[in-house]
């Protein structure tokens, strides 16, 4: 077959079916991780319609072949013209702002969690975990596998995420400018840290850490030693007793964090909603205390979230704290145990 004539069987099929036009433009989207499920997925996400028959009139036409791990390609010497009409028939992406800002009106958190680990997983996803898999996993187990699937429809269906899919590599993917991610992040992050500044535990630690704290420089003071040493009081009374570094936004996660050093003890305490798979995977200060408002789904199966981290679970010192009610931790260290006494923990568990 020419190339002329490959390319005007593609606009006779695209002017008999609109759908054609639709299917093709999908290859442009997702990367070469184009098969039948994949496509299929998305093609009926867009459209409410199957997509299977279209695929094997495709292949009859001689347009569309399947490659190696089940992915369909366009035939070999037409790659130019195949791709300037995908790229030509591609969906325009939808306005992924607008998007956000209709979820955070409507409080819908399952999308503001998928959006939120969007950004942050990319398309390669984690060390031993595919960003499909870690991405399912997680809205699935804060919320429930058919939210999840909803969301990902959703998603796909306003055109703001592609589904791709292909031997090793899963990913759902926000098909948006660098330019769009980066505002979202900005405005995202803002909207997360109004809200967590207003959550009632956030008042609290404040005021217990402040209590902590003065406390441990009042008992400095009485000591002595900055006389002893000839070194200035606030100096070594911040130092060495105790220091509170207050709550900020982190820069690559939605909570917030901050340091607490209480004479010997250090802890870095994050503030969050719901805690992640990703999340705790990915934080790498330690010992790390994990203040959220519900138990993780995900505690009950620590050697399978830690399979194949690095650091390894026994490399870290993590906490995980619902105050006035449980807590699980794998260190143990003074300062922690105060902490939980001053949020009125009721049960301690090891991790």
Same mark, same amino acid.
């Given at each position: ?61 001689? &347009? ?17 013209? #195949? ?5 030509e028939y591609s969906p =325009? =992406? ?21 959006l939120y680990l969007l ?19 997680? &809205? ?25 899919? @292909? ?9 948006? $400018? ?29 005021t217990e850490i402040g ?9 400095? @003071? ?9 070194? =200035? ?7 060495? $007793? ?12 939605? #909570? ?14 994050? &503030? ?35 399979? $194949?981290?690095?650091?390894?679970? $026994?490399?870290?010192?993590?906490? &995980?704290?619902? =105050? ?28």
């Amino acid at each position: 077959m020419l190339l002329e004539e490959y390319k005007n069987t593609i606009l006779s099929l695209v002017k008999e079916n609109e759908d054609v036009k639709t299917l093709i433009g999908l290859f442009h989207l997702m990367d070469g991780c184009t098969t039948e499920e994949a496509l299929v997925k998305n093609f009926n996400a867009l459209t409410g319609k199957d997509g299977k028959d279209l695929l094997k009139l495709l292949r009859q036409k001689q &347009i569309l072949k399947v490659g190696a791990h089940d992915a369909y390609l366009c035939l070999a010497g037409y790659e130019e013209v #195949f791709d300037v009409l995908a790229a030509e028939y591609s969906p =325009p =992406p939808g306005d992924l702002l607008a998007y956000f800002e209709k979820a955070v009106e409507e409080d819908d958190k399952a999308t503001l969690k998928t959006l939120y680990l969007l950004l942050n997983l990319g398309r390669h996803g984690l060390l031993g975990s595919k960003q499909y898999e870690i991405l399912k996993t997680d &809205i699935s187990e804060i919320f429930d596998p058919a939210v999840f699937q909803s969301v990902e429809e959703r998603l796909i269906r306003d055109r703001i995420c592609v589904y791709g899919e @292909k031997y090793e590599t899963e990913f759902l993917d926000l098909y948006q $400018s660098d330019a769009k991610k980066n505002e979202l992040k900005e405005r995202m992050w803002a909207w997360k840290a109004k809200e967590l500044a207003e959550l009632p535990v956030k008042q609290q630690l404040e005021t217990e850490i402040g209590d902590l704290v003065r406390g441990a420089r009042e008992r400095m @003071k009485g000591g002595g030693l900055a006389d002893t040493l000839g070194i =200035p009081e606030n100096e070594i009374v911040e130092q060495t $007793s105790g220091y509170f570094s207050g709550f900020e936004m982190d820069d690559t996660f939605l #909570f917030l964090t901050s340091d607490l050093l209480l004479e010997h003890d250090t802890l870095h305490i994050v &503030i969050i909603d719901s805690l992640s798979r990703f999340e705790v995977l990915e934080w790498k200060n330690f010992p790390v205390v994990f203040v959220t408002d519900a138990k993780p789904r995900w505690l009950g199966k620590m050697g399978a979230v830690f399979k $194949s981290a690095y650091p390894v679970l $026994s490399d870290r010192k993590i906490a &995980i704290v619902v =105050p006035n009610k449980d807590a699980y931790s794998n260190f143990k260290q003074r300062l922690f145990y105060l902490l939980l006494d001053r949020l009125e923990v009721e049960d301690l568990s090891e991790l």
